[in-house]
């Protein structure tokens, strides 16, 4: 396999939808733009500086985001985790924004099983980027070179 794969994941919600991907070994596609990527205790951190709605950066402590040297905390992406999560204050500001960006435009719903961005188990400071926020994107790593990288695209683009 090698130390390279990438995935493109255009839907969770259509099973039907014929373009997700999953490449292993050197036929990966390593493009878009690149983070750090470290793997401890079995989990792949990466470095996250900030979080933007509608074009503007939150006021949210870049520190939430990293680990820290006693292993707690930090930002990992997880394929199999299905939301994101993210540390209390992260999330608060981020659930305080998009109620005020929304007030008045859209009646809040009540859906079980539907969230996309939950606040961390209680106790909790990791981050965790979930699959929900990962489609649309080709999501590849490469392991040799202790990088993630990120790019917006239509899976579908990514046929041969």
Excluded at 123 to 152: E, K, P, T, W
Aim: aromatic share 6%; glycine share 8%; net charge negative.
């Amino acid at each position: 396999m090698g130390s390279k794969l990438s995935y493109c994941i255009g839907s969770i919600r259509d099973p039907n939808y014929p373009h997700n991907k999953l490449v292993l070994g050197d036929g990966a596609k390593i493009e878009g733009t690149s983070t750090p990527l470290e793997v401890y205790n079995e989990l792949y951190y990466l470095t996250l500086e900030s979080i933007s709605l509608a074009e503007r950066r939150l006021e949210i402590d870049p520190e939430i985001f990293k680990r820290t040297e006693s292993g707690s905390g930090g930002t990992v992406i997880d394929s199999e985790t299905i939301v994101t999560f993210l540390a209390t204050s992260a999330h608060v500001v981020l659930r305080d924004k998009v109620q005020k960006l929304l007030d008045g435009r859209l009646e809040k719903v009540e859906k079980p099983g539907v969230p996309s961005v939950q606040v961390s188990p209680e106790g909790s400071d990791l981050n965790v980027v979930g699959i929900m926020a990962q489609q649309h994107y080709n999501v590849a790593y490469d392991l040799a070179a202790s990088q993630v990288y990120f790019q917006s695209i239509d899976c579908q683009l990514l046929d041969d």
